[in-house]
């Protein structure tokens, strides 16, 4: 059997499996994807979408009502059950999702890399652990990253029609996730190494920028009449820029600088809304960066590696305990001092650690190469991980940030294991945008 027919019957077996996972798993949720939920459900039983007047002042008794988060991914969910009923009607669109973003690895893959990083890259989204357990919670990651995908290839057919379209996901992506500025950074450094002079350049970009303001306009008119405030996208930024610029952060997700004595307290006698919270917060956080400017840059290694030591964030959708800690140090310490005596899922945990760093070094050594490359549809994708990944280290780290960047992660992997195939080693397609 060729090899293409055993990639494409992979990519079809894994669709099929996660379909099952989906369908034996309870639904439950935790963390984010739980709140994200409770949101939704919330959204159905008033009749209001969110955010609405409820939003604008705090609950202090639940952590995700100090600021407004992914209202985008939230009002999609609602959307969803609405149609759907049901939490697995939504899991099954995951799937889909899913499939979706494994055809576009594939499609950019083939097109700007070579044939084999195509295919292999296909195999390689298709093995992937992780993609068997995110399916199975409602996080915004997975629907964030294939309308990114979805937005860059659309760009690069340099149709009036889908730059126009392009701008539009931009809004829509970046009401789920705020990468506005880093999404619009990348396809600038599209444009402008593009062939095009510089009349059909800025023609391009003044229609992309016409259509993205067009779109946020419009998302934040609709939630100012029912919020009071005109709000876009999500108000966390105070929030998370304190957590990684205090006294007490270690580079991880902590909340001790919310406790009482510390820098981030507010105390729950206050009238304060979101908006000035995260005002607040956001100061705050600026005033202690300034104080201790070397404190908080030492803090970036820290981060970089909670940001990317691990890639446990989805997998206990896979233990029968979506609660089950697998992220925790103390799981991670437990599975080091215990090795090899494993069960299934340690095992499997196992596998996906030892998988994900083989293609993260890999995509690191492809890194290398692709900047010495003409191709600009690598650097661009190259660009946006770097980008990516600094606005991380001004927050903090945590592994599920670095599941947007897994797609170039798989991209670069591939491109490298496709050079024993290739007679020109190490060449991308130059690609004439």
């Known amino acids: 059997m060729k090899f293409k027919s055993i990639v494409f019957i992979c990519y079809i077996l894994s669709i099929f499996i996660q379909c099952i996972i989906v369908l034996v798993s309870d639904a439950s949720q935790v963390d984010d994807s739980e709140n994200y ?28 009502s100090f600021f407004i988060h992914s209202p985008g991914y939230v009002n999609y969910l609602a959307f969803l059950l609405i149609i759907v009923k049901h939490v697995k009607g939504i899991l099954l669109i995951n799937v889909a999702i899913n499939a979706i973003l494994g055809y576009e690895l594939f499609y950019i893959g083939k097109k700007y890399f070579n044939e084999k990083t195509g295919y292999i890259v296909l195999l390689l989204f298709s093995i992937y652990p992780t993609n068997y357990g995110i399916v199975c919670l409602t996080g915004n990651e997975l629907v964030y990253t294939m309308l990114a995908f979805t937005l860059i290839i659309l760009f690069t057919k340099n149709k009036i029609i889908y730059i126009i379209l392009t701008g539009i996901l931009i809004g829509f992506a970046n009401w789920m ?32 920028a016409s259509s993205i303001v067009l779109t946020v306009f419009i998302i934040g008119f609709t939630t100012y009449e029912r919020f009071g405030s005109f709000v876009f996208q999500s108000t966390t930024g105070g929030y998370n820029l304190l957590i990684g610029a205090n006294d007490h952060a270690d580079g991880s997700f902590s909340k001790e600088v919310f406790k009482k004595g510390n820098l981030g307290y507010i105390g729950s006698n206050t009238s304060l809304d979101v908006t000035e919270l995260d ?64 069960n299934k899922f340690q095992w499997l945990l196992f596998y996906n650690q030892l998988f994900y760093v083989t293609c993260l070094l890999l995509s690191l050594f492809g890194s290398y190469l692709i900047i010495k490359e003409k191709n600009k549809i690598a650097q661009a994708l190259l660009l946006y991980w770097i980008l990516g990944t600094v606005m991380n280290l001004l927050l903090f780290g945590g592994s599920k940030f670095h599941y947007p960047y897994m797609p170039i992660i798989l991209l670069f992997a591939s491109f490298v294991i496709s050079k024993r195939y290739d007679k020109n080693k190490f060449k991308l397609k130059n690609i004439k945008l």
């Open 177 to 208: 996730r705020p990468f506005l500025f880093i999404l619009f950074i990348v396809l600038c450094f599209l444009t402008f190494y593009s062939n095009d002079n510089l009349i059909n350049k800025i023609k391009k970009l003044t229609i992309l």
């Open 279 to 342: 005002h607040i917060w956001k100061e705050r956080a600026i005033f202690w960066i300034k104080k201790h400017p070397t404190q908080w840059i030492l803090l970036f290694p820290k981060k970089f590696f909670y940001l990317y030591c691990s890639d446990s964030h989805a997998m206990s959708a896979l233990s029968g305990n979506i609660k089950a800690p697998v992220q925790s140090r103390d799981y991670t310490l437990k599975m080091i001092h215990t090795f090899p005596k494993y």
């Open 37 to 64: 939920l409770r949101l939704a459900y919330r959204i159905i039983n008033s009749g209001e979408w969110y955010p609405s007047l409820i939003d604008n002042y705090p609950d202090y008794k639940l952590d995700y």
